[in-house]
C-alpha cells in the first residue's frame, strides 16, 4: 500500500490569501522605495559566500519582507545575490530583478505585481508571484525553473507560458485565478498541477503531461470526467473535491488512470449515494484511499464480492446472447 504522507491533501499548498489582496485593494499606496540604507540598517542581507573568482565575498541573500516598500531599483547593483524574498510588500515592477542574473530563489507574494515577465534568469529555480494581479503568463522563460506559484492572481489561459523555455519545471500552482479550462499546459516534466479555486468547466488536453503524480482540481465546475487520458500513466493523486460529479459512470471513467491510488471526491453529489465508498472501490479496484479514509480490508472484500458477482451476470447474459444468435442461425 502506498505511503500517501507526501501528498498535500485538499487544501493543497501555499493557499492563496485573497483578504490580503482584497486590503491592499482599498489602501492607498504610500510611495517608499528600497534604499541602500534601509537595507544596511535592518540587518536585510546574510548569508557571505565567496564570489565567483572565489577571492571575494558577498551578501547572497536578501529579505525586506513586510516593509510596505513600492520600489527596488536599487538592486540593480547587488548582483550577487541569489535568494530574496519580496513578500508582503506594496511592489509592483519586478524588472530591477533582470540586472540579478545569479538569482536561485525570488519571493515576490503578496505584492501589487500585474506581470511576472523577467529576462531569462539561468539559475533561477524557484519563482514565487502569488497573490499578486498577474493577468499574463507571458515572459516566464527560465532553463532550471522547477517551481512556479502563481495562485490568487488573474490569470484566464495559459496559452502565453513559454513552454519551450521551462523543461525543467516540476510544480505549477495557479489556483485562485480565472481559468475556465486545463486546455494549453504542455510541459512533459510536470509532476504537481494545482488549479482548484478556478472556474474549470472543461478537463482536456491532458495528454501531455506524462509525468504528472498529483493533480489538483477542488472547488471548479467540473461535471464530466471525460478528459483525462491514458497517458496519464504516473497520476495517483487526484483532488476532485467540492466539483458536479453527480454519477458513478463518470467516476468510472478514471479507470483509464493505471497508478490512481488516492481520490478526493467529497462534496459532489455523488458522495451523498447510497453505498459511495464501496461502489468507487468495485469501478477503481486499485484504489487505496478515498477523501481523507484509506480503504479497510473489509471493505475491499465486500467490493471484490460485489465486482466478481456482476461479472459473473455479465457473462451469463454475454453468453445468453450468444446462444439465441446461434439458434437463430440453425432456423434460417
Do not use: W
Not at 516566464?140 to 519551450?164: C, K
Not at 504528472?212 to 500513466?233: A, C, Q, V
Amino acid at each position: 500500500m502506498s505511503d500517501f504522507s507526501d501528498y498535500e491533501d485538499e487544501e493543497g499548498v501555499d493557499e492563496p490569501d485573497l483578504d490580503a489582496i482584497d486590503k491592499k485593494d482599498d489602501a492607498a499606496v504610500v510611495e517608499k522605495p528600497l534604499t541602500q540604507e534601509i537595507i544596511s540598517t535592518n540587518g536585510c542581507l546574510s548569508l557571505l559566500c565567496k564570489t565567483g573568482n572565489s577571492l571575494a565575498h558577498a551578501y547572497v541573500r536578501l529579505d525586506i519582507k513586510d516593509r510596505e516598500i513600492t520600489d527596488i531599483s536599487c538592486l540593480k547593483v547587488f548582483v550577487h545575490l541569489r535568494y530574496i524574498d519580496l513578500s508582503g510588500n506594496k511592489i509592483s515592477d519586478l524588472s530591477p530583478l533582470n540586472h540579478l542574473t545569479h538569482l536561485l530563489t525570488v519571493k515576490a507574494d503578496k505584492n501589487l505585481v500585474t506581470t511576472a515577465k523577467l529576462n531569462e534568469l539561468p539559475y533561477l529555480q524557484i519563482l514565487n508571484c502569488s497573490n499578486n494581479k498577474v493577468q499574463s503568463l507571458e515572459g516566464i522563460g527560465h532553463p532550471l525553473l522547477e517551481t512556479l506559484n502563481l495562485n490568487g492572481n488573474e490569470i484566464s489561459d495559459v496559452s502565453r507560458l513559454s513552454f519551450n523555455k521551462l523543461a525543467r519545471l516540476t510544480q505549477l500552482e495557479l489556483k485562485a485565478n480565472k481559468l475556465t479550462s486545463t486546455a494549453g499546459i504542455h510541459l512533459p516534466g510536470l509532476r504537481k498541477l494545482y488549479l482548484g479555486d478556478n472556474s474549470i468547466v472543461n478537463i482536456e488536453q491532458l495528454s501531455r503531461l506524462q509525468n504528472l503524480t498529483i493533480l489538483h482540481l477542488r472547488n471548479n465546475k467540473i461535471t464530466s470526467l471525460d478528459g483525462f487520458p491514458e497517458t496519464l500513466t504516473q497520476l495517483q493523486y487526484l483532488n476532485l473535491r467540492k466539483n458536479e460529479v453527480t454519477t458513478f459512470s463518470e467516476v468510472e471513467k478514471l479507470k483509464r488512470l493505471p497508478m490512481l491510488r488516492a481520490l478526493i471526491l467529497r462534496q459532489n453529489p455523488v458522495c451523498y449515494e447510497e453505498s459511495y465508498r464501496i461502489e468507487v472501490l468495485v469501478l477503481l479496484r486499485r484504489l487505496e484511499r478515498l477523501d481523507q479514509d484509506v480503504y479497510v480490508e473489509d471493505e475491499r472484500q465486500e467490493a471484490e464480492e460485489i465486482y466478481n458477482s456482476r461479472q459473473e451476470i455479465e457473462n451469463q447474459g454475454e453468453e445468453t446472447g450468444n446462444h439465441e444468435v446461434i439458434q437463430s442461425e440453425e432456423e434460417d
